[in-house]
């Protein structure tokens, strides 16, 4: 496979069109970003290790008859992916309080959540992702009502897989931030990635020491240390959970 033009250079990835025009190529790479890329470096090794976790819960959820972009993984941190539209939304579900909930809602930091809590925020770099109401994400068709309401099914049926899966790991999902974009059907499909950069996970088994637990790009945003480290560990456990399966 030949890979051709450089369509889109994003924080996390560069995508790539392919010999056929519904297949795109995503490279992981290294960099890292945070507070809409005020903070800028670089994790080692985090597009493989992006690269392989995405596909490996992607195929989970393709096995579960949840429809995403994933094709294949021709190179370690590269990705097949079909085409999409990306709807401009970041949605964003949440389990446990942590991050942007606690600073605008005071919420104590680690408060369980009764029920899972879907979020729509405006993928817009210029305005900094702001936080969406549902009249505000209509008034701007960014999405219909119906495609509002399949997107907030798919994400809590894509919670409830990644609980129970991580929970097999060890991890506990506090909240996770997901992208779904539109084939040439119009059809629904979950898209750009999930990886420690996109999912706040705590170790299970450290959750009263508020260091230890971050095993995700928190370590990166607060400069807590052992970011590889902790993202290795990820996708350790991961690897492990799918072989026991299998
Ligand atoms: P938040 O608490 O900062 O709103 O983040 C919620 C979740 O979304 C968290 O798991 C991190 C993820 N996230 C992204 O993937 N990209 C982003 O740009 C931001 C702000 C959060
Ligand atoms: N990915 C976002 C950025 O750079 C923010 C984040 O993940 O904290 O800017």
Request: with cysteine; glycine share 4%; hydrophobic share 40%.
């Amino acid at each position: 496979m030949s890979v051709q033009t450089k369509l889109y250079e994003g924080k996390a990835k560069v995508i790539y069109s392919t010999e056929e025009p519904e297949i795109l190529l995503a490279d992981f790479k290294d960099d890292a970003t945070a507070f809409n890329a005020q903070k800028r470096g670089t994790i080692q090794n985090k597009g493989v290790i992006n690269c392989t976790i995405s596909s490996k819960l992607f195929q989970e959820l393709e096995a579960l008859g949840i429809k995403t972009h994933y094709i294949d993984t021709p190179a370690p941190h590269q990705m097949r992916v079909k085409a999409v539209k990306i709807v401009p939304l970041e949605v964003v579900v949440r389990n446990i309080a942590a991050g942007s909930l606690c600073q605008q809602t005071g919420l104590a930091l680690g408060t369980v959540l009764k029920k899972p809590l879907v979020e729509f925020y405006y993928k817009n770099d210029q305005l900094g992702d702001p936080l969406l109401t549902h009249e505000r994400l209509l008034l701007l068709e960014l999405a219909t009502v119906e495609q509002v309401e399949t997107i907030t099914h798919l994400a809590l049926q894509i919670n409830q897989f990644l609980r129970d899966f991580l929970a097999r790991c060890d991890i506990t999902l506090v909240d996770f931030k997901l992208e779904f974009g539109l084939d040439s059907q119009q059809q629904i499909l979950l898209a750009d990635e999930i990886s420690p950069d996109t999912c706040r996970l705590w170790d299970t088994s450290q959750e009263t020491d508020p260091n230890l637990r971050v095993l995700d790009k928190d370590r990166f945003r607060k400069d807590m240390g052992n970011v590889e480290n902790a993202y290795q560990e990820v996708l350790n456990r991961i690897l492990k959970a799918v072989e026991s399966k299998n």
